[in-house]
């Protein structure tokens, strides 16, 4: 039986399929501690051929395969892609000015109910927020406090 969770099934699925991703977005901030409301998963890929098609046969097990639309030059051509299925999942090569090879180093992980669940870590979700979008500066505000909060205690 799939996994129910929205992050978990796609964690599990990327996993399987040997996807190198991190978890973006709402999903990270969560996994960071704030509260927020989402059921959509962003994820920032490694901007390969190879990976991008990793991603895509992953995606496309989900349970309207709308992923299996899409070619390895879409998802490595466009700044996000959105996938609408079962889970909707934003699939990006930059997370504003963050690249995959950028955010892999410092990349933090959980394992949640058995799942790999890399992240993020708190200081590049931070750059990533760096945008004009209200959500995001809201956001990036939070995570600031946040990380002020972790170096005080």
């Known amino acids: 039986m799939p996994v129910q969770d929205p992050l978990l099934r796609v964690c599990e699925l990327l996993n399987r399929h040997g996807a190198r991703y991190l978890i973006a977005g709402a999903q990270a901030c969560i996994l960071h501690g ?13 901007a390969t051929e190879e990976n991008a098609a990793r991603v895509i046969a992953a995606l496309s097990e989900l349970e309207d395969h709308a992923a299996a639309e899409l070619t390895p030059r879409e998802l490595l051509e466009n700044v996000a892609v959105k996938i609408a299925d079962e889970v909707e999942v934003d699939v990006s090569t930059r997370a504003w000015k963050v690249a995959y090879a950028d955010a892999a180093p410092t990349a933090q992980e959980a394992t949640i109910d058995g799942i790999r669940v890399p992240y993020l870590s708190l200081d590049t979700l931070i750059a990533s927020k760096e945008t004009c979008r209200d959500q995001d500066q809201v956001d990036r505000a939070r995570l600031l406090e946040l990380r002020q909060r972790k170096f005080r205690g």
Do not use: N, Q
């Open 34 to 46: 704030l509260v927020r409301t989402t059921e959509d998963v962003d994820i920032l890929i490694e």
